[in-house]
């Protein structure tokens, strides 16, 4: 059971960005790595989870999931093991088989061991010392996959009860998995169920990442009852995001016995901050949470209303998912920068400027950022402008009020990102289509 905590009187989350590296990190690295918050695949393409939970420890048979999750759209499945210290051990060669099936259908596999779930409070649930043991277990299992494999170390790794320890033990968990040689980068799900209603993850995310010698750490909330409104989601990933810090929504559905989570919120808010999520989970609940099947009975052709809105609806993995590019094909590589910059003028006090950029393109579609900077003085808010010259149109934005009339767009700074200090940055992105050429427009920036 997950207890709810009211988010009144929760302490501030202490900013500790020190420990980050803000930019994106070399080309071709051996795997997944972590740069200024955001999660990037080896080719030092940015990479953002839209994807499903798999039963696979309990459902070994059901390997067909797989292809079916992947057909249906979704880039990264979370595959859930066990030890053996609760239900039956995923041999290294069943794990092995695992990230075979996973690479075959050019989808990011996290493993993760659920036998840690509720240590703490739920007899039998081990420690996440135990875990790293299984994980080291596997270590040849492991060693290059780099590129396709993230780790997580346990599932909800404590309840309700004796979480104090939960930073401690994620810190020495992750150096003896990197002195046992594991490169991967590492994921680390929250206390309280995985809902951290306590706080404990979000106030000490800075030192569990500080303490990973790789810097190569990505935190997971599980949003059930506890994230029932508006405001707590957006509070909390708003706080990681404000921190430099990565994090994904490891585990979500659209209602629970604990309460009646904001899926709307959490999949709009994601798409618009650049946030990975996996929902739970594609088929064989039980225990009275059957209805947050995806899929009936394994079937993709019989998805439930929970899949319909997971995978076909806003927000969902259809509309938003994007294969990771390691696996080549789609989407081609980013439109390298033009060869001469374009010239840079002072903007007059209390003015802006706006640069556009083609952040990534693929045959008819592309996604477009642009960055508003303060000029001399600061600004309380911006109004950016442009004409598409090719047909250009936009199907979606995110951190922006953007209208489009013809060909002329208009873009407005949302409440959160109109204040900007002398020289400071904000930026905002959005999604386009193209048919023939897709030039860079020229832009305007107006301040207010």
Known sequence: MKTRLS?????????????????????????????????????????????????????????????????????????????????????????????????????????????????GEQSGAITLARAVDYWLSLADVLAGQEKYVIVNIGNEPYGNQNYASWATDNANAIGRLRAGGLTHTIMVDAPNWGQDWSFTMRDNAASVFAADPARNTVFSIHMYGVFDTAAEITDYLGRFRAAGLPIVVGEFGF?????????????????????????????????????????????????????????????????????????????PP?????????????????????????????????QGEVRVTAGATAITGWTVRWTFANGQSVSQSWNVTLTSSGAAVTARNVDYNGRLAAGASTSFGFIGGWNGSNARPAVSCAAS
Not at 297 to 324: C, D, H, K, V, Y
Not at 344 to 362: D, F, H, I
Request: charged share 10%.
């Open 255 to 331: 209602n629970h016995s604990d309460g009646d989570p904001d899926e709307d919120t959490i999949l709009a808010y994601s798409q618009a901050n650049g946030i990975g999520w996996l929902g739970w989970s594609w088929s064989g609940n039980g225990g009275g949470v059957e209805y947050l099947d995806l899929a009936t009975a394994f079937n993709p052709a019989n998805l439930t209303s929970w899949g319909q809105r997971l995978f076909n609806g806003a927000n969902g993995i259809r509309q938003t998912a994007r294969e990771a590019s390691v696996f080549g094909g789609t989407p």
């Open 7 to 119: 988010a009144a009187g929760a302490a501030l989350l202490a900013l500790l960005v020190a420990v980050l590296a803000f930019g994106q990190p070399a080309q071709a690295a051996a795997g997944f790595t972590v740069a200024g918050g955001k999660l990037y695949d080896a080719n030092g393409t940015e990479f953002i989870m839209r994807g499903v939970n798999h039963a696979h420890t309990w459902y070994p048979q059901q390997t067909s999931s797989f292809a079916d999750v992947k057909a249906l759209g979704a880039n990264t499945v979370r595959v859930v093991l066990s030890s053996g210290d609760r239900w039956t051990r995923n041999t290294n060669a069943d794990v092995a088989n695992v990230i075979s099936l996973c690479k075959a259908n050019r989808l990011i596999c996290v493993l993760e061991v659920h036998d840690t779930t509720g240590y």
């Open 334 to 366: 980013t439109t390298p920068p033009p060869t001469t910059p374009p010239p840079t003028t002072p903007p007059p006090a209390g003015g802006c400027t706006a640069t556009y950029t083609v952040a990534n393109q693929w045959q008819g579609g592309f």
